[in-house]
Each structure stands twice: as structure tokens, then as C-alpha cells.
């Protein structure tokens, strides 16, 4: 199968938007697709649709995890297809790389991995591109050298994704200023506003968070010049087996878009380089 992958890294191409719900929750996941690429529907970016078939790291051992590879892969593939749009989903095995990309365009490496060798390099090996996820514990150069790990092992492209770093009081703060450190090799460099304000085991067994400070991050970043965004989307957070607390109501989504759009296309017009 050969995936979708209507999409450039090239600078100066339309911004790279990968959303999508948090994990791929049955059939109702393919509706949601739908529903996303209705309200995106003219805005000049590049959807990439998101979803893990496994979230592997949730806090509390009970805590729903997806849908599984089998029947996640298989609904991603059938999302690719129906809407022509690349598909990005996480692998946190390297066994599991060869099989997520029969169906996705790129491959995501957690945040909580991004140091994981064998894992980088098996999905570098596939040819896709691959999204690494800058630990919250990483230095702009560990994210950088994990990045130069995937473009040793393959030729697929890479791209690296801001998420915030730990700080002292129980939320992530992003460092706006490290984004110079992560463009200076040349990969894209995505800012992940909705994990960003993720409140790490905030209620108990699971994390909580605060969607309504991801669109602030998100008018910060088209202002500092990242490369474009992942948020996490859907109809009804609340009631999303995953990260709801984070999650930006899909009704809301388009109308976030068009003033984060607006701020980049600003900054374009005035002709303000890119930090690196």
C-alpha cells in the first residue's frame, strides 16, 4: 500500500497542520476525519490527520489505550483513503514501524522515547518521514541528535515537534527561545500546543490539561516562526477516552486557525526572517 503523502517539508510550503483526536477510537474515528476536513476546508495549510492506534504511556493502568494496531491501522488506512490525506500515527516498538507505514505518511516517535535508538532507526528504515517528539526532558540538542539519528538510518525526512518541557509546578512550559537551536540543522520544527498545556497526572490516573491556553501558544508560535502545528481535535473532548481536557472542540477549531494563519501571513508580509 502506498500511503498519501500529498505534503512538502520544502521551506517556504504552506504550513503543516497534523490533527486529529488523540487515539483512533473505532468507527466513530472515521466520522471525525470527516468532520475535520469539512472545517478546514480552504485554509492554506498541509492536513496531516493524527490519531494513535496505542497510547502506550497513559498514567493509570486501566486507562483506555486505543484501539490496537490491527483495527487502528486498518481504520487510519481506510481514513487515508476515503480523504486522499496523509496520515501520522505513534510507534513505540520497532516491530511495529514496518506495519504503520503501510498506512501512514509519518511516523511519530513519543516524547517519552525520543532518545530510543533502535526505535528511531527502525523508523527511519521504512522511508517515511518521521516526527520526532522532543522529550520533556530534552535539551534542543538531545532533540537534534535524535533527529540526525533518523537521518543516518533513512531518507524519508524528518521533522521535529516542540511539547514543552517539565517545570516546577505541575505544567509544561515552552521555550520559545530554543526555537533558533532546533530550525539550525534545517528540519521543520512543529509546535505541539495541545500537549503543551497537558497537566501531567493532574487527576490522579490520568493527565489533565487546559485547552484554552493551546490557541495563546499557538498565535506565540506563528509570531516566533515554528514551521507549523499538531493540536489534537474533536467533536466531543469530554468524552474522549484520551487527553480531553487538552483537546481543542472541533467547533472551535476553524476560527483559532484563521487568527494563528493571519499572525503567520503578518510576518511573512513584513518579510521577518526565520529565527535560525
Known sequence: MNPPSPFSLDPGSPPLLVAGPCVVEGEATVGYAHQ????????????????????ANRTGAGSPRGAGIEEGLAILGRIGSELQVPILTDVHLP??????????SILQIPAFLSRQTDLLEAAARTGRVVNVKKGQFMAPNDAVQAAAKVAAAG???????????FFGYGRLVVDFASLPDLQEPGYPVLLDATHSVQKPGALGNRSGGDWTRA???MRAGAAAGFDG???ETHPDPETSPSDGPNMIPLDRLREILEEVLAIQASRSDAGIPDPA
Open 95 to 104: 516491530d511495529q514501524c514496518a506495519p504503520a507505514a503501510e498506512v501512514a
Open 36 to 55: 475535520i476536513a469539512e472545517v478546514l476546508e480552504g485554509l492554506a495549510v498541509q492536513w496531516v490527520f493524527k490519531a494513535s492506534f496505542d497510547k
Open 229 to 231: 502545528f499538531f493540536l
Open 215 to 217: 490557541p495563546l501558544l
Open 155 to 165: 531518507d524519508g525526512g524528518v521533522v521535529l515537534t516542540e511539547r514543552g518541557t
